[in-house]
């Protein structure tokens, strides 16, 4: 084997680890929902506490992958689908730290209703959210993993619920809001529902991520759940 | 045909057909305005009994930088020097096909091959100045090339060949020099400013900085997309990145084994740049340009 064939055999197994730790963080992230949306939904302290930590571990490969990226680029300048797979890490980087922080402010009013009244109709809708948005982040992963496009352009669909259960939230809380101790918790609780709207909206961005990894296209899928990529008569 | 000289071809007409070989996806990114300086069909430049490449049919555009890359022995290199007619200075060279420049063939019987390349002017891999003065490897050149002008006009010459090429400021002091005395990078500017004193209409170079550091390498670059105001450049490099940086179209060459069990060169794909370089449209060239080549 020609030594250039080596230092690009060298090359790809490095993307391949960065590849490896970077869908690590979302694998963190849709286990982080779980926890959290449990926590928010029975007042679990300690589950709430275990995201915050988990969510530190999360900021810490963000800054790590950030470097391993940037050496990659000046030591082997990649092209063509190596460059398409360099950039969609580096986007997908910032995706996965941010579901952690949504994670992370779910929890957070887990700890502020601490004490606090809860209304459960509106717990099952976020508990109906989590259930909606998680199967979001596993069907991008395996979109991802399999490099396939038809799983991707699912994802727009699949964010409708969790956009149509978002802005019911707000009428929820309406109903709730003569009751003072109410109103507190449910206050917080519709920045838990926008946290796990925002989530839904990171599912889509990967899947996005991923459509442009296959087509070389960069395009925004469109909220009826079709996109332009298929028509491109270039494509 | 009749006698053509290329002084002729020059003036005769302008050829504004859109690049060959180009899909619908190349057209988006390059404008369809751009006429073709150089054209070639079906060229195949033979050395002796072995096709060195085959059927090549490439339209490179007006003002603007055209690359050709692949590995060794892909054909780039005798591609670029079939379009000045340089290939004819190799014994046993010998060009099939057609090459125009502005609608001629500068293959045809009458034409005058010093005269093509007057008018596409080349520079090399490594700097070549002539074993003289700054000056005269600008003057003397022109010279021989038929300037007739004044002394004043020359010195005008001078000094603007040798601003084109940004050498000027770094030289002025000390034209009497030897070429010699000055480093890679610059004797590769003083080439390209000799290259420029005969007034070309393109400019073709072959690796024309894989003799220099970094620093001498950006200065060249930056000289180039200056050139390509006024000049055509084609481009010769190893270095893909290279390409990337400077060109808007690129040509991917590669080899393949003939019939005969000759390796021989042929034109993969020839995109706009960034389209070959973030997703190219053939998988040999996404082979090449990510190191999974061969």
Sequence with gaps: MTSAQDTNLHFHQELESLEHTVLGMVNRAEHMVEMAVDSVTTGNLELADRVITIDEDIDKTYFEVHQMWTTLMARFQPLGSDLRKMSVLLQLNATFERMGDQCVNIARVTQQNDGLPRVERICDQIQEMGDLVRPMIRTSIEAYLRQDLDEARLLPAMDQPVDRLNANMFKEIVAVASDPQMLEWATKIMMASRALERIGDQAVDFAEQTAYLITGKRAEFVETGLDKLGDDPDG | ?294
Excluded at chain 2, 114 to 127: A, E, H, L, S
Aim: a negative charge.
């Design chain 2, 1 to 294: 045909m009749t006698e053509t000289t290329t002084e002729e071809i020059v003036t005769q007409s302008s050829d504004t057909e859109p690049a060959l070989e180009q899909t619908p996806d190349d057209r988006q990114r390059v404008d369809d305005d751009v006429p073709n300086v150089i054209r070639t069909r079906a060229m195949n430049v033979f050395y002796g009994d072995f096709r060195a490449v085959a059927d090549v049919s490439l339209g490179f555009a007006t003002n603007q930088i055209s690359a050709l890359i692949g590995p060794s022995g892909c054909g780039k290199s005798t591609v670029l020097r079939s379009l000045n007619r340089m290939n004819d200075l190799i014994i046993g060279a010998r060009t099939e096909g057609e090459v125009h420049y502005h609608g001629e063939n500068i293959y045809a019987d009458g034409i005058d091959p010093v005269r093509v390349r007057r008018t596409i002017g080349m520079v090399f891999q490594k700097p070549n100045p002539f074993p003289k003065s700054i000056h005269e490897n600008i003057a003397w050149g022109a010279k021989v090339n038929g300037f007739k002008g004044s002394k004043l006009e020359m010195e005008d010459l001078v000094e603007q060949a040798l601003r084109s090429a940004a050498l000027w400021d770094e030289v002025k002091d000390k034209l009497g020099e030897s070429g010699y005395s000055l480093s890679g990078g610059q004797q590769q500017r003083l080439c390209i400013a000799r290259a420029i004193a005969t007034k070309p209409d393109v400019i073709l170079m072959d690796e024309p900085c894989s003799a220099l550091d970094p620093i001498a390498t950006l200065r060249i670059e930056e000289l180039m997309l200056e050139l390509k105001r006024e000049y055509s450049i084609i481009i010769v490099t190893h270095n893909m990145q290279q390409a990337a940086r400077v060109s808007d179209k690129t040509a991917f060459f590669n080899v393949k084994l003939s019939e005969e069990g000759m390796r021989t060169g042929h034109m993969v794909e020839y995109s706009p740049t960034e389209k070959l370089f973030t997703s190219p449209r053939e998988t040999e060239t996404e082979d090449y340009i990510t190191g999974r080549f061969g």
